[in-house]
């Protein structure tokens, strides 16, 4: 008996201590399955997921292994596409082809992995394309090589080994009005010529017999007009520019050595100037947007629509086609998207205990013989004082206790554990929005007075769950801005109303925030949390208060109940808006009467006293450079007057906001002013990094080296973004520590002069 005692004890003392035992002893208890968790918690994310896939195969029916295999699925090729993809944006493309087969060896049909393999051998063909571009551009043919990059830029607009090859075309390309004289090496040829107050046609005719070149007027021109003109050592192409511009004319090539002038007026210009007919295929952008840019700012003359096919067609001169080609390329863009990957668990947990002994918690009497029916009630007595009066305690002779004494152990523990996994795709600035849970119904009884009343109901059906909304801003530094709307809702109870009417009373949990992430940063939003418990402890009268007794004398029931709302959430950047170089921002628009148009460039030359001649009809010279500068024997040469100016090196500039308030981001420009197009420079730039957050990818430790010059994209000026992170409003300053510049031409060194701190408020 004793021993039946002690395996009892035994029994209720290891449930007991079992109370307290983790939940985890209700997981899956797969060897497979537990073997891919330490395998994903240690990173092994591909072998974590073959042991996932062999857990799946031995329990098919085991939903939590499904649920995680699909997570991980996700998680793993959502890893190897990102790595390839930036293998193939980086230029890495035999490791990328690697990558995307890697993917389709375990999973075939990846539509992903495929469009990667596509994307390579067009990527392929394009490097092909501009290494045939950059050999033409060796041998100077720049005509050929635009057009072949422009090939591939239509294709893809963000090839970035061809878009930087038409920033370097762009460069050295000079687009003169007619592209014809561009290319004829007779007007190249460099050209003296002095004149003073000399007949416009005799100016022509000395230009036509020193050059070889053969002039048409028309028969508006005015050739008795007299003109001035004082340019040495000048190529032929920019002396008849700077003629025709400030004499209000213009020319048409008719052969290779032969130009017809004729005035510049809106008539002439009809009859004379060549136009070309262009189409433009709109891919993102809103086609009449586009056409009203156009119409705004390159002053188009004539532009049809066709909405149904979303492109235009414009006639115009080519300066202005290909003023528009630019504006077109940098505004047809497509719109950014985001992938928002999103993680949405619902915890719930009920823990409930009853532990501890019932002991009988009353007595029973009962008068043998004598009911309290039998007893005669005295007026003012109460009827059980009448009784115990004529009975008496010797009455008392049924006596009754309950002789049960139970011990309660029971513990119940429940989990719910609710899991969304949801990946929505979302174009920039524009609202996402993801329901997990239900809708339920709520019906509402209305009642039609009459003689015979007729009542009828009707649903109302209201979102419970958790209702997650998100409106992403991409950008331009891969960056995801995110106004986050979170509301977790259920039912608690019915309340009554008037005439028995019943209303929902429904719990609500809110979470509303602003955040700004990384492409591919993981944000955790957590803290809903409904946490109660509820306490009730029975035992005897008397024994229950005296501590230590308590517990053993005492039943408690314990109902713990936890639910808390965890939310991650991590964006995606699928496509971007590229960031445009200062070439294609920032290029010549021409005059306002005629777009496109190039500046007259006068090449500099050293200053010298003029020779002019004070005899004859034609009061002027026109030399070539070999004679240009060539004094007589007996000549001596004049002074130089601009001898004592001396010149000046090229200086850096910096610019930056005065104020900045505290958390805002602003930009800060380097430029390398005054230097040649062949100079190359390193600039060393300090900041406070306890205060400010260069925004560049960089490290944080308060130092950049900007690159300038010639083998920049950027050229001679750059642009760096910065944040405040500093806790308290205070001032702070942006210096450049020190420059080095070098010409690449001549292997010089250049000296660079350094501009005075920037100071910066911060509010």
Same mark, same amino acid.
């Given at each position: 008996?004793?021993?039946?005692?002690?395996?009892?004890?035994?029994?209720?003392?290891?449930?007991?201590?079992?109370?307290?035992i983790d939940?985890?002893?209700?997981?899956?208890?797969?060897?497979?399955?537990?073997?891919?968790?330490?395998?994903?918690?240690?990173?092994?994310?591909?072998?974590g997921?073959?042991?996932?896939?062999?857990?799946?195969?031995?329990?098919?029916?085991?939903?939590?292994?499904?649920?995680?295999?699909?997570?991980?699925?996700?998680?793993?090729?959502?890893?190897?596409?990102?790595?390839?993809?930036?293998?193939?944006?980086?230029?890495?493309?035999?490791?990328?082809?690697?990558?995307?087969?890697?993917?389709?060896?375990?999973?075939?049909?990846?539509?992903?992995?495929?469009?990667?393999i596509?994307?390579?051998?067009?990527?392929?063909?394009?490097?092909?394309?501009?290494?045939?571009?950059?050999?033409?551009?060796?041998?100077n043919?720049?005509?050929?090589?635009?057009?072949?990059?422009?090939?591939?830029?239509?294709?893809?607009?963000?090839?970035?080994?061809?878009?930087?090859?038409?920033?370097?075309?762009?460069?050295?390309?000079?687009?003169?009005?007619?592209?014809?004289?561009?290319?004829?090496?007779?007007?190249?040829?460099?050209?003296?010529?002095?004149?003073?107050?000399t007949?416009?046609?005799?100016?022509?005719?000395?230009?036509?017999?020193?050059?070889?070149?053969?002039?048409?007027f028309?028969?508006?021109?005015?050739?008795?007009?007299?003109?001035?003109?004082?340019?040495?050592?000048?190529?032929?192409?920019?002396?008849?520019?700077?003629?025709?511009?400030t004499?209000?004319?213009?020319?048409?090539?008719?052969?290779?050595?032969?130009?017809?002038?004729?005035?510049?007026?809106?008539?002439?210009?009809?009859?004379?100037?060549?136009?070309?007919?262009?189409?433009?295929?709109?891919?993102?952008?809103?086609?009449?947007?586009?056409?009203?840019?156009?119409?705004?700012?390159?002053?188009?003359?004539?532009?049809?629509?066709?909405?149904?096919?979303?492109?235009?067609?414009?006639?115009?001169?080519?300066e202005?086609?290909?003023?528009?080609e630019?504006?077109?390329?940098?505004?047809?863009?497509?719109?950014?998207?985001?992938?928002?990957?999103?993680?949405?668990?619902?915890?719930a947990?009920?823990?409930?205990?009853?532990?501890?002994p019932?002991?009988?918690?009353?007595?029973?009497?009962?008068?043998?013989?004598?009911?309290?029916?039998?007893?005669?009630?005295?007026?003012?007595?109460?009827?059980?004082?009448?009784?115990?009066?004529?009975?008496?305690?010797?009455?008392l002779?049924?006596?009754?206790?309950?002789?049960?004494?139970?011990?309660?152990?029971?513990?119940?523990?429940?989990?719910?554990?609710?899991?969304?996994?949801?990946?929505?795709?979302?174009?920039?600035?524009?609202?996402?929005?993801?329901?997990?849970?239900?809708?339920?119904?709520?019906?509402?009884?209305?009642?039609?007075?009459?003689?015979?009343?007729?009542?009828?109901s009707?649903?109302?059906?209201?979102?419970?769950?958790?209702?997650?909304?998100?409106?992403?801003?991409?950008?331009?530094?891969?960056d995801?801005?995110?106004?986050?709307?979170?509301?977790?809702?259920?039912?608690?109870?019915?309340?009554?109303?008037?005439?028995?009417?019943?209303?929902?009373?429904?719990?609500?949990?809110?979470?509303?925030?602003?955040?700004?992430l990384?492409?591919?940063?993981?944000?955790?939003?957590?803290?809903?949390?409904? %946490?109660?418990? $509820?306490? &009730?402890? !029975?035992?005897?009268a008397?024994?229950?208060?005296?501590? +230590? /007794? @308590?517990?053993?004398? #005492?039943?408690?029931?314990?109902?713990?109940?936890?639910?808390?709302?965890?939310?991650?959430?991590?964006?995606?950047?699928?496509?971007?808006?590229?960031?445009?170089?200062?070439?294609?921002?920032?290029?010549?628009?021409?005059?306002?009467?005629?777009?496109?148009?190039?500046?007259?460039?006068?090449?500099?030359?050293?200053?010298?006293?003029?020779?002019?001649?004070?005899?004859?009809?034609?009061?002027?010279?026109?030399?070539?450079?070999?004679?240009a500068?060539?004094p007589?024997?007996?000549?001596?040469?004049?002074?130089?007057?601009?001898? %004592?100016?001396? $010149?000046? &090196?090229? !200086?850096?500039?910096?610019?930056?906001?005065?104020?900045? +308030? /505290? @958390?805002?981001?602003? #930009?800060?420009?380097?430029?390398?002013v005054?230097?040649?197009?062949?100079?190359?420079?390193d600039?060393?730039?300090?900041?406070?990094?306890?205060?400010?957050?260069?925004?560049?990818g960089?490290?944080?430790?308060?130092?950049?080296?900007?690159?300038?010059?010639?083998d920049?994209?950027?050229?001679?000026?750059?642009?760096?973004?910065?944040?405040?992170?500093?806790?308290?409003?205070?001032?702070?300053?942006?210096?450049?520590?020190?420059?080095?510049?070098?010409?690449?031409?001549?292997?010089?060194?250049?000296?660079?002069?350094?501009?005075?701190?920037?100071?910066?408020?911060?509010?």
């Amino acid at each position: 008996m004793k021993r039946w005692r002690i395996i009892a004890l035994s029994i209720l003392l290891a449930v007991t201590m079992g109370c307290a035992i983790d939940n985890r002893s209700f997981l899956t208890r797969n060897i497979a399955f537990s073997d891919s968790q330490k395998l994903v918690a240690e990173g092994k994310l591909e072998k974590g997921l073959e042991k996932l896939e062999q857990a799946a195969r031995e329990e098919p029916e085991n939903k939590e292994i499904r649920t995680m295999l699909m997570r991980l699925r996700d998680q793993v090729l959502g890893k190897l596409l990102i790595e390839a993809d930036n293998l193939r944006y980086a230029g890495d493309l035999d490791q990328a082809e690697q990558g995307y087969q890697r993917v389709l060896s375990m999973y075939p049909f990846n539509e992903r992995a495929k469009e990667g393999i596509e994307a390579l051998k067009t990527e392929r063909r394009h490097i092909a394309s501009v290494e045939s571009a950059r050999a033409l551009l060796a041998r100077n043919d720049l005509a050929k090589a635009e057009t072949l990059v422009r090939a591939i830029l239509q294709e893809n607009p963000q090839q970035s080994h061809a878009r930087q090859l038409i920033s370097e075309i762009n460069s050295h390309l000079s687009r003169p009005e007619v592209t014809h004289l561009a290319l004829e090496s007779a007007f190249k040829k460099a050209l003296t010529m002095e004149f003073k107050d000399t007949d416009l046609k005799s100016v022509f005719e000395i230009m036509a017999r020193t050059a070889g070149i053969n002039f048409v007027f028309d028969k508006d021109i005015r050739q008795d007009a007299k003109i001035s003109i004082f340019v040495r050592n000048n190529t032929i192409e920019d002396i008849l520019k700077l003629l025709l511009t400030t004499n209000q004319l213009a020319y048409k090539v008719l052969n290779n050595n032969s130009l017809l002038i004729y005035p510049n007026t809106p008539a002439k210009q009809k009859d004379y100037q060549e136009l070309v007919v262009r189409s433009f295929q709109v891919a993102h952008t809103d086609v009449k947007q586009m056409v009203a840019m156009v119409r705004g700012i390159v002053k188009a003359k004539d532009i049809y629509v066709n909405e149904q096919l979303n492109l235009f067609i414009m006639r115009d001169t080519l300066e202005a086609i290909r003023l528009t080609e630019r504006l077109v390329t940098l505004n047809d863009l497509a719109e950014p998207e985001v992938m928002l990957d999103v993680v949405i668990l619902d915890i719930a947990r009920n823990n409930d205990f009853l532990l501890g002994p019932k002991f009988p918690q009353s007595i029973t009497y009962g008068a043998a013989g004598v009911t309290a029916a039998t007893a005669t009630t005295t007026a003012g007595v109460t009827p059980g004082l009448v009784l115990l009066n004529q009975v008496g305690f010797d009455g008392l002779k049924s006596f009754a206790v309950d002789s049960r004494a139970v011990i309660d152990f029971l513990h119940n523990l429940s989990t719910g554990d609710v899991l969304a996994n949801p990946r929505i795709r979302v174009a920039n600035r524009e609202k996402a929005k993801i329901h997990v849970g239900e809708k339920r119904p709520f019906f509402t009884a209305n009642v039609q007075p009459g003689i015979t009343a007729v009542v009828t109901s009707t649903p109302t059906f209201i979102d419970l769950g958790v209702k997650l909304d998100v409106e992403p801003r991409v950008g331009v530094n891969s960056d995801v801005t995110m106004k986050i709307t979170l509301e977790v809702s259920s039912r608690i109870s019915d309340i009554t109303g008037p005439s028995n009417a019943t209303a929902p009373l429904i719990g609500t949990r809110n979470a509303e925030t602003m955040l700004t992430l990384k492409d591919g940063e993981t944000q955790v939003l957590a803290g809903l949390i409904d %946490n109660r418990e $509820t306490r &009730s402890i !029975s035992g005897l009268a008397g024994l229950l208060n005296i501590p +230590g /007794l @308590d517990r053993l004398t #005492s039943n408690q029931k314990i109902n713990r109940t936890k639910n808390e709302i965890v939310l991650l959430i991590t964006p995606r950047i699928i496509r971007n808006i590229p960031k445009p170089s200062n070439l294609e921002s920032e290029y010549h628009f021409g005059t306002a009467s005629e777009a496109g148009k190039l500046p007259i460039a006068i090449q500099r030359t050293a200053a010298q006293s003029l020779a002019i001649a004070p005899s004859g009809p034609v009061q002027g010279t026109a030399r070539t450079v070999s004679d240009a500068f060539a004094p007589s024997a007996d000549q001596q040469a004049a002074p130089n007057p601009f001898a %004592n100016v001396s $010149t000046t &090196s090229p !200086s850096l500039t910096i610019q930056a906001p005065t104020n900045v +308030g /505290l @958390d805002k981001e602003f #930009s800060v420009n380097v430029r390398l002013v005054g230097a040649k197009a062949t100079v190359n420079a390193d600039v060393q730039l300090n900041y406070e990094a306890s205060v400010l957050e260069a925004l560049d990818g960089g490290p944080k430790s308060g130092s950049r080296v900007l690159k300038l010059g010639k083998d920049q994209t950027a050229g001679l000026a750059t642009q760096l973004r910065f944040k405040v992170i500093a806790a308290n409003p205070g001032a702070t300053e942006i210096n450049i520590q020190s420059a080095t510049a070098e010409d690449i031409e001549h292997g010089d060194s250049v000296d660079v002069t350094l501009p005075p701190p920037a100071a910066i408020n911060i509010k």
